[in-house]
């Protein structure tokens, strides 16, 4: 399925009701979609080396918290860099990499990090010469962002950068997560997941490669599960509020990720299939 618009968008659910699936699903749909993790930019510019990775590393070694301006500065940077982000200068000609075949590096967007961190520090009314950032709305410049934003504040911030375009809110009944996370098993070494109610191991409490135990994650149990999903229902409430405010906000409910995607595949199709 092709994409006749820029989608930007994020998945806002509880811990097990699948966004990693969904988030899957959409990739595969539509080959246009890519996904940006400010985890995986984390990582990424950590074993890089580049000035941000720096920054937070050291920010990590010293038991500091990466702060949200850091976690905006290497999602823009990763923008600008794929040539999805420009200045947004009036007197500019906003070109995509679609359109120009150009590089990202020749486009009318910011020169270097150094931009993106004078952009992001400075106040909102005195941007030190810079007009508002952007976003290409071509098709080949569409993302499901992981990660972030996470709170309202952390959108609010992210919207002076990238406004995103769909905020998706996945529902499960609790109850049914509960089951479904009482039953799931993992093989550690590679991360392949398995239930008892679905996707179960060829042979009970064994991983179907390797011959190896499985195990349940310590994150599994019912009583800290409840209080990751406490914790997530007070951050993600001021959140989904506001991106209806923006009115970007879909909610879709169902029993299982087998039932909500097709949901959520016509929806997308809707907002951006050509």
Known sequence: MRLRRAARVILVG????GKGTQSERLLQRF????????????????KQRTPLGIKVESTMKSGGLVSDDLILRLISNE???????FSGNPSDNIMTLASSGIGAAEAQSFENER?????LSSPAQARRGYATPRASDDPSASFILDGFPR????????????????????????????????????HEPSGRVYNTTYNTPKVPGVDDVTGEPLVRRSDDSEEVYRARFKKFQETSEPLLEHYARKGVLWEVEGMSSDEITPKLFSEFERQFGG
């Open 14 to 17: 509880a811990p097990g009701v």
């Open 31 to 46: 080959p246009q979609l890519s996904s940006i993790s400010s985890g995986d930019l984390l990582r990424h510019n950590v």
């Open 79 to 85: 923008l600008n860099q794929r040539g999805w982000l």
């Open 115 to 119: 931009e993106i961190a004078s952009f």
């Open 151 to 186: 709170t309202a504040a952390q959108a609010d911030q992210l919207d002076a950068i990238v406004p995103i375009n769909l905020a998706v809110s996945l529902k499960t009944p609790l109850d049914v997560i509960m089951e479904r996370i009482s039953g799931r098993w993992v």
